[in-house]
C-alpha cells in the first residue's frame, strides 16, 4: 500500500511543544522504516520547512540546517517518492478543485490532491480535516 503524508504530520514531530509532537513523530518512525511506499509531496516539503523555520507560528523554530537535515533523511529512504507536477497538471488541478469551491488556505490542500491524482495515490495520512472536502481520497488522520 502507498499513501500520501501531510505536513502537519511532520511539523508536530518537530515541535516538542506540540500535544501531538509524542504520537506523530511515532507514526512517522513507523512510517520510515518501510516498506509501504510513502509520498512526501515537494509543497508539502516547502509547508514544513516555512512552518517549522518561522518563529511566529513555532515557539522553538528548528534552524534551517536541521529543518532541512530532517527532510534530507526521510527523502533519503529508498521507499519515499517525492515526484512533482506532470503533464495537464493544470487541468488535474481544476477537477480536484472545482468541486470543492476551493478559495484561500484551500489551495494548497486542492495542489497536494492534485498531485496525488497524477500520481495515482488515494490516501493521505494527515490530522487536517479539510483534505476530507476533497472527493476520490481517503485520509487517515493517525492521531485521532
Do not use: C, K
Amino acid at each position: 500500500m502507498s499513501a500520501a503524508l501531510d505536513a502537519n504530520l511532520l511539523l508536530f514531530a518537530s515541535d516538542e511543544a506540540s500535544p501531538f509532537h509524542e504520537r506523530a513523530r511515532g507514526f512517522l518512525d513507523e512510517l520510515a522504516r518501510g516498506p509501504s511506499i510513502v509520498y512526501v509531496f515537494w509543497p508539502v516539503v516547502m509547508a514544513y520547512l516555512r512552518i517549522a523555520t518561522h518563529a511566529s507560528i513555532f515557539r522553538s523554530p528548528l534552524p534551517p540546517d536541521l529543518a532541512m537535515a530532517n527532510v534530507e533523511s526521510l527523502l533519503a529512504r529508498r521507499h519515499v517518492q517525492s515526484p512533482g507536477e506532470q503533464d495537464r497538471f493544470w487541468s488535474v488541478f481544476r477537477d480536484a478543485a472545482g468541486p470543492a469551491s476551493v478559495r484561500g488556505n484551500l489551495v494548497p490542500d486542492a495542489h497536494l490532491v492534485a498531485l496525488m491524482r497524477q500520481n495515482d495515490v488515494s490516501t493521505i495520512y494527515s490530522h487536517d480535516r479539510d483534505l476530507r472536502r476533497f472527493d476520490g481520497i481517503e485520509v487517515v488522520d493517525p492521531l485521532g
